[in-house]
């Protein structure tokens, strides 16, 4: 299993090369959970941070990180003015739109280097392991 965590480590440090070489020197991995999964009108923190599958406390650190940075903003929502709606600016819009382009770039690059059926039967593995309902350690 530590192979898995050596990959996404390899992953994630390639990722953020690249995005310093895009001009986002200042988006770190952490940022990874707003911008991975943030909807294009924004949402509210607890369901980013459901959907990230962390804590709203971690989840809200990196918007408030990300807002200090001008990629994001917390607005009242329309629907119930105590509530506050998370969203990117149109730099953190611009810096979604190249972090997913630089994902599907390197991903094509394992396409070209592990051949296409591999990719995808570690992708759908991958889904796999992350969409079972049972616990890992309780499927032993």
């Known amino acids: 299993m530590a192979l898995l965590f050596t990959a996404a480590d390899g992953l994630v440090a390639d990722l953020s ?19 991975g999964n943030l909807e294009p009108d924004g949402m509210r923190l607890t369901e980013l941070a459901e959907r990230a599958g962390m ?13 200090r940075l001008g990629y994001a903003e ?19 819009h611009a810096a979604q739109r190249a972090g997913f382009e630089i994902i599907a770039e390197i991903e094509s ?16 593995l991958l889904i796999d392991i992350t969409t079972a309902e049972l616990p890992l350690a309780s499927a032993a």
């Not at 804590?55 to 807002?67: H, P, R």
């Not at 105590?82 to 149109?90: E, P, S, V, Y």
């Not at 690059?109 to 759908?124: A, L, N, T, Y």
Request: proline share 3%; aromatic share 6%.
């Open 74 to 92: 917390r607005v009242a929502d329309p629907s119930d003015g105590r509530a506050k709606i998370i969203r990117l600016t149109d730099r953190g």
């Open 109 to 124: 690059e394992w396409v070209k280097r592990f051949g296409p059926e591999r990719v995808s039967e570690m992708r759908s």
């Open 55 to 67: 804590t709203k406390q971690a989840v809200g650190e990196a918007v408030s990180d990300l807002e």
């Open 17 to 35: 090369q690249r995005m310093v070489q895009a001009g986002y020197a200042d988006v770190r991995g952490a940022h990874g959970c707003v911008f």
